[in-house]
C-alpha cells in the first residue's frame, strides 16, 4: 500500500536549524514535494524532488535518495512566521493518472 | 490571476440537507482537485478532474459528487449532508505536462460543519 511518514509535531528556537524527515513506501513514484501550510490557510508549495540530492532554494532545502524512500525538509535561520505545518506529499501514478499521496503533515513550533 | 477561489469561505449544514463548494480557476490548468483535511490528518482526495467532462474518484469519494462542464469550474456537490462530512474542504489546480513540477495551487478551502 500507499504510506507517507512524518513526525506529528516538532520544537525548534528562532535563528536555528530544524530538519523534518519524510519517509515513504509507494508504487509509481514520480516526484516528492513539501508543502507549508499556515494554521486556518491553505497548502502552498515550497519544493520539489525527482531526482536524489539536495534542492536548495534559499532558508529551506530538500533532500531525496529514492533507494530508502526518504526525504528531508532543512530550514535554516529560523524565523517566527516559519511556525506552521509541514506537509510531505508523494505523487504516485495510479488508475493511469498521477495523483499526490499525503503525509499527515508535521506541525513546527518556533520559540524565541 | 485571482488563482483558485472557493466559495463559501464558512457553512453550517443540518443533517440530510444539500449544498454544492464551488471551485474555479483562472490559471487554464487541466487537472482539478478536491481534498478535504480533517484535523491531524493529511488531505484527502475525493475526486479529481484531468479536464472538462472528465472526472474520477479520489480515496473518499462517498457521500460526494462532481461534475467538470468547463475548464474552469470544478463544483462538488453534498447530496445529504452528514456530520461524518464536517472538514475542511481544498480544491486545487495543476498543470500536467509531461516535464516540469506541474505543483497544486490550492484555494482558501471551505470550513463545513454538519449538525
Not at chain 1, 540530492?53 to 532558508?59: C, D, P, Q, T, V
Not at chain 2, 464558512?10 to 449544514?13: D, K, N
Given at each position: 500500500g500507499q504510506n507517507i511518514d512524518q513526525p506529528t509535531e516538532m520544537t525548534a528556537t528562532e535563528g536555528a536549524i530544524v530538519q523534518i524527515n519524510c519517509t515513504y513506501q509507494t508504487s509509481g513514484f514520480n516526484g516528492l514535494f513539501w508543502y507549508q501550510q499556515h494554521a486556518g490557510e491553505a497548502p502552498t508549495f515550497l519544493s520539489y524532488n525527482v531526482l536524489d540530492?539536495?534542492?536548495?532554494?534559499?532558508?529551506f532545502s530538500s533532500f531525496l535518495s529514492r533507494s530508502k524512500g526518504y526525504s528531508?525538509?532543512?530550514l535554516k535561520e529560523l524565523q517566527m512566521k516559519d511556525s506552521a505545518s509541514y506537509l510531505c506529499a508523494v505523487r504516485s501514478l495510479m488508475d493511469s493518472n498521477y495523483q499526490l499521496i499525503w503525509g499527515a503533515g508535521t506541525k513546527l513550533i518556533i520559540k524565541p | 490571476n485571482a488563482g483558485v477561489t472557493q466559495t463559501p469561505k464558512?457553512?453550517?449544514?443540518k443533517i440530510g440537507q444539500s449544498m454544492t463548494l464551488q471551485c474555479a480557476q483562472d490559471m487554464n490548468h487541466n487537472y482539478m482537485y478536491w481534498y478535504r483535511q480533517d484535523p491531524g490528518m493529511g488531505l484527502k482526495l475525493i475526486y479529481y478532474s484531468v479536464g472538462a467532462g472528465i472526472t474520477d474518484k479520489g480515496e473518499v469519494p462517498n457521500g460526494y459528487n462532481v461534475?467538470?462542464?468547463t475548464t474552469e469550474d470544478f463544483p462538488l456537490r453534498l447530496e445529504l449532508a452528514a456530520p461524518s462530512q464536517t472538514s475542511v474542504y481544498f480544491c486545487a489546480s495543476s498543470y500536467a505536462r509531461t516535464s516540469g513540477t506541474n505543483e497544486q495551487f490550492f484555494g482558501p478551502g471551505t470550513r463545513l460543519t454538519v449538525l
Open positions: 540530492g539536495l534542492e536548495e532554494k534559499g532558508r528531508y525538509l532543512l | 464558512f457553512r453550517i449544514l461534475s467538470r462542464s
